[in-house]
Nanobody, 121 residues
C-alpha cells in the first residue's frame, strides 16, 4: 500500500511555471507506475501524464505535451510534474496516483488529496 501527498500548487500568471511534487510513503514506490491527473470545476478528472516504474518512459496527454514533464526519484519516493508555459485552461486540482500503466482512472489504485493550480490570464 502507498500513501501520496501532493504539494507545490499555487497561483501563477499565464506563461509561468510551477513544479508539483508528490511524496509517497511505503517501501514499494518503485513498483508502481505513477500518474498525474487533474480536475477542473464542473469537469471530469482527466489524465495528464504518467511515468513508468524506472522513470525511463513517459506519456502525456496531447493538451500538455511539450509543456509538462514528469520525473521520479525512486530513492526519495517522489514524483514530480514540471509545468511550463501555463495557460488559464490548466487551472485545476492536480492529483498524483499510483497504479499500473494506462490513461484511465481505473488503472490507478492509490490517490493523493490533490493540490490546486490556478493560472491567471
Amino acid at each position: 500500500q502507498v500513501q501520496l501527498v501532493e504539494s507545490g500548487g499555487g497561483l501563477v500568471q499565464a506563461g509561468g511555471s510551477l513544479r508539483l511534487s508528490c511524496a509517497a510513503s511505503g517501501r514499494t514506490f518503485s513498483s508502481y507506475v505513477m500518474g498525474w491527473f487533474r480536475q477542473a470545476p464542473g469537469k471530469e478528472r482527466e489524465f495528464v501524464g504518467s511515468i513508468d516504474r524506472s522513470g525511463s518512459d513517459t506519456y502525456y496527454a496531447d493538451s500538455v505535451k511539450g509543456r509538462f514533464t514528469i520525473s521520479r526519484d525512486n530513492a526519495k519516493n517522489a514524483v514530480y510534474l514540471q509545468m511550463n508555459s501555463l495557460k488559464p485552461e490548466d487551472t485545476a486540482v492536480y492529483y498524483c496516483a499510483a497504479g499500473d500503466w494506462g490513461m484511465t482512472l481505473e488503472r490507478y489504485n492509490y490517490w493523493g488529496q490533490g493540490t490546486q493550480v490556478t493560472v491567471s490570464s
